[in-house]
């Protein structure tokens, strides 16, 4: 299962790759802008306003082709749509919004949408974004594709709208193959690796091959620490089984110790 987390972090990866991306055929075109606009549905050529497509064709949209999912998100280049479409439930209006969330600006003027753009961060009032169609400075229409920062008060000419969830649409149309973080059953904490004992090293796992080479029959005791004898055990012990006689317990000297012991505690 896709956990909630994973999913936010590739999406916001996504957009990370257009970073930078410039304008180089006039305002609103690009080879990569006007790839957007065409499968948005509004023309390769049409140098329309990309904020939203951007967002949408380059993540969304991939991060559901990559790992075979329903995309349920509407897909448009108009912020008003693309806000209207989203369903109550993933809409989020408050502070702190979640890693991935699409961020809408309004014309404080007029009422309208005016801007979107991602969230990569969040930090005590600030939104790291990352944003289509803008610049440096955070002025839309822009040059390309930037991080910025933004503030939750919004601009003197933008406010904060609210956000759209789309990573939770994402989950919530695909239940067989993605998880809330929330619902997500913990994972089992993996068991550490084996380390390769060699001399001069000390512990619980020396004292436990020791004593498996003890019931073999060579001439050591518990102690613990990887002194002469034991590596002189080990070297017999190895050659014994086909194996090169280095004086170390790597992964096959361990399994030929649990085999050889088992073996004699069979017969």
Not at 153 to 171: E, L, N, P, Q, Y
Not at 200 to 212: A, F, I, N, P
Not at 251 to 257: D, F, G, N, Q, Y
């Amino acid at each position: 299962m896709l956990r909630e987390k994973e999913l936010r972090e590739q999406l916001v990866k996504l957009w990370m790759e257009d970073y930078g991306q410039r304008e180089t055929h006039g305002k609103n075109r690009s080879p990569l802008i006007d790839q957007i606009n065409k499968e948005i549905g509004m023309g390769a050529s049409s140098g329309a306003p990309y904020c939203i497509a951007g967002l949408l064709v380059r993540g969304v949209k991939r991060l559901c082709a990559i790992q075979g999912l329903r995309n349920p998100v509407y897909m448009t280049a108009s912020t008003q749509s693309f806000w209207n479409h989203a369903p109550e439930k993933y809409r989020y209006i408050g502070p702190a919004p979640k890693l991935a969330m699409i961020g809408i600006l309004q014309n404080r003027a007029n009422g309208s949408q005016g801007h979107g753009f991602g969230i990569r961060e969040y930090s005590l009032n600030k939104y790291l974004t990352i944003e289509y169609n803008t610049n440096k400075a955070g002025s839309r229409d822009g040059d390309g594709v930037w991080t910025l920062t933004r503030y939750e008060a919004g601009t003197a000419s933008k406010r904060m709208r609210g956000f759209v969830d789309v990573v939770r649409m994402i989950i919530d149309a695909n239940p067989d193959k993605c998880v809330l973080d929330s619902q997500a059953q913990p994972e089992a904490p993996k068991a550490p690796e084996a380390r390769t004992l060699k001399k001069g090293m000390k512990g619980e796992d020396v004292t436990h091959r020791q004593l498996q080479l003890k019931a073999l029959g060579y001439p050591l005791t518990g102690t613990g620490f990887f002194g002469d004898a034991t590596e002189t055990a080990v070297k017999r012990f190895s050659l014994s089984q086909g194996l090169q006689g280095l004086g170390i317990i790597g992964p096959k000297v361990s399994e030929a110790l649990d085999r050889a012991v088992a073996k004699k505690k069979k017969a």
